[in-house]
Each structure stands twice: as structure tokens, then as C-alpha cells.
């Protein structure tokens, strides 16, 4: 039984004596298996007691670095400041560097800045590009450790990867629009940018499944938007000129309102809509039934898990960093998660 404790003190938590102790660890015969259990809870209790011991008094600064809409990162932002309180006795402190345009340049400056005012580790979400990796791999060599957010920059030093199975969720959207418009119209699939990794891997393995499940339909990307309303709204505007069979959309990357604004203006309205979060505007659409499906995953567990990451990469904490990915809620208007469902 692997430990880091004196028999004695392993004897004291569970109230056993020493020379019991002592035969449970080496495995010895002739114990109960309820002496096993108690012996194995005491060196829990006291694996977890050691680790608040590691954190009192030490002070961790972190940056949550991200391009989003403001809709997204602000939702991200309040999961982030709700968490920190449960990392005590340690005390966390974050600093914010939110922007919703696509920039790798002021990307990258904004991570060197960070480096340069040093840092005990980032969350990061950026685009999946060479430079941005750069500058991931200059913050590990100067020994702050980055942990990406939502979607990844695999080919980085990134210490790991926290967020939605987005494979997971592009198959589970193309299920969605398959079970609830099996005609043959086009879906109309909208991203914010083709260069963040996670919302390409939910295009791939949408684009995959709709085949094998619904092989009628065809796909009409949009991208390059940013997920911001006018650029989204303008593009989706476009789309459906050109494309008047579309009567479905999976939006991957935001820009829900004005899609469905886009769709209002020429006297349509999608057969299916699948969002992705459960941030301010999606929450209302689902409750006003405009939009049918939103894909959640719990923003303030993966915060949790990002902070905890990088503390195990101090650490403050046991154990050894590895990627987690978070499970895929459907969401519809009637499973609105109990935060949600006041106005």
C-alpha cells in the first residue's frame, strides 16, 4: 500500500495498533478485510490532510488567457471566480486577458507579457497555431505551465487539455439533427474560427456521422466569424441565399441570435438548432424554445480541474497532471440546469 506516513501516525488516524498497521502494509495474512479498509481510509485521510498542510499560506497567481465573444469568456470568468474559494486554504488570485477578435499576433504578446510578469500558471484558449505554441513552449521553459481551456493546441507543451469531448460532441449534434429533421435539406454548421482545434474536431466528427446517420443531408460551413452577431448574422445572410434548402443548423462557434435573426428576415425558421454552452443568450433561446438543443458541459468543474492541474504542477496538490474531458449534456428547454432557470 503505497504511503508517506509513520505507522504510528497511520495507527493514530485509524485507531489500530502499530503491530496491526504494520501487517496490513506489508501485506501480511491473517487480516480482516474491514482491518484493510480502515487502515487504506486512515492514509486517505491523511494523504488529504497533508495537502491542505502544503497549501496553507501559499499564494497562487493565475491567468485565464482567452479569445471568445464576450458572452462566452464572461461565463468563464464568473466559473473561474466561483472555484477559486473552493482551492482553500491556499489563496489563488487570477488576472483576465479577454478578446474576442481573432488576433494570433496580439495572442502571442499577451502570453509574453504574461511570462514576463510571471505567473504561476495559465489557462489558455487560443487558436491551434505554430506561434501560439511558441510561445506556450517559452512559458514552460520559464517554468508556468499552461493548461488549455474548450479547445486545444495539441502539438504545444501544454501541460493538459481541459474541456468537452468535442469529438463526442459533433457526433452527438449530428444525432440530434438526424433524429429531429431526417429530410434531405442542408444543415448549416457556423464556427467562429477554423483555427481553434476544438471546434474543427466538432465539424470532423459531425461531418462523419451526419453521413453514416442522415446521408441525405449535406453540410454548409461558415466560418471566420468570430461568433460575434454582425459578422455572423452577415455571413448566415449569405448562406441562405445561396443555399435555400438550408433548414438546419448546428452552431458550433456562437452567433446564435443573430442566425436566427438572419433566418427571420427571410421568412424562415430552422427545423433544428443545436448550440453549444449554456451562456446568457442560449439560456434565453432555449427557454423561448428558438433554439432546441444546447450542448453543456459544467464551465465551473472544468475551471476547477484547470486550477487543480496547475497546483498538482507546483505540488500543492497530489498526483499527476493529466488531460480530463468533460461529458456532453443535451440540454433542452425542459432540462434547463436549476442555475438556469431563473430569468
Do not use: W
Not at 451526419?210 to 461568433?227: E, F, H, I, N, Y
Amino acid at each position: 500500500m503505497p504511503h508517506r506516513h509513520k505507522v504510528r501516525e497511520i495507527a493514530q488516524q485509524s485507531g489500530l495498533s502499530e503491530a496491526t498497521v504494520d501487517r496490513v502494509l506489508h501485506r501480511r495474512p491473517g487480516v480482516r478485510a474491514a482491518t484493510v479498509a480502515e487502515v487504506e481510509r486512515a492514509v486517505e485521510e491523511l494523504d488529504r490532510q497533508a495537502s491542505q498542510l502544503r497549501l496553507v499560506g501559499r499564494t497562487f497567481l493565475l491567468d485565464l488567457v482567452m479569445q471568445a465573444p464576450v458572452r462566452f469568456s464572461t461565463a468563464v470568468r464568473a466559473a473561474l471566480e466561483a472555484e477559486l474559494p473552493s482551492l482553500r486554504p491556499a489563496v489563488v488570485r487570477s488576472r483576465f486577458h479577454l478578446r474576442e477578435e481573432a488576433d494570433v499576433g496580439a495572442m502571442v504578446a499577451t502570453l509574453r507579457d504574461v511570462r514576463r510578469r510571471r505567473s504561476h500558471g495559465v489557462v489558455l484558449k487560443a487558436p491551434d497555431h505554430p506561434d501560439v505554441a511558441a510561445e506556450v513552449a517559452a512559458l514552460s521553459d520559464a517554468g508556468v505551465p499552461v493548461v488549455t481551456l474548450v479547445t486545444d493546441v495539441p502539438r504545444s507543451r501544454r501541460l493538459a487539455y481541459v474541456g468537452i469531448d468535442n469529438a463526442a460532441a459533433g457526433r452527438t449534434a449530428a444525432y440530434l439533427v438526424a433524429q429531429a429533421a431526417p429530410e434531405s435539406g442542408a444543415v448549416l454548421v457556423t464556427l467562429s474560427r477554423s483555427d481553434f482545434r476544438g471546434e474543427e474536431q466538432r465539424v470532423e466528427a459531425f461531418v462523419d456521422a451526419l453521413a453514416d446517420l442522415a446521408p441525405d443531408r449535406r453540410v454548409v460551413d461558415l466560418t471566420d466569424t468570430d461568433g460575434l452577431d454582425p459578422t455572423t448574422g452577415a455571413g448566415v445572410r449569405e448562406a441562405l441565399a445561396a443555399h435555400p434548402d438550408v433548414d438546419a443548423v448546428y452552431s458550433v462557434g456562437g452567433g446564435n441570435r443573430a442566425t436566427l435573426d438572419a433566418f427571420a428576415d427571410v421568412g424562415r425558421s430552422p427545423q433544428v438548432f443545436v448550440a453549444h454552452d449554456l451562456d446568457a443568450d442560449n439560456t434565453e433561446l432555449l427557454r423561448t424554445r428558438r433554439v432546441h438543443y444546447a450542448l453543456h458541459h459544467d464551465l465551473r468543474a472544468d475551471t476547477r480541474r484547470a486550477c487543480r492541474l496547475l497546483l498538482q504542477h507546483h505540488g500543492a496538490l497530489p498526483g499527476a497532471p493529466t488531460s480530463v474531458p468533460s461529458q456532453v449534456q443535451v440540454v433542452t428547454p425542459f432540462n434547463l440546469p436549476r442555475a438556469f432557470t431563473t430569468p
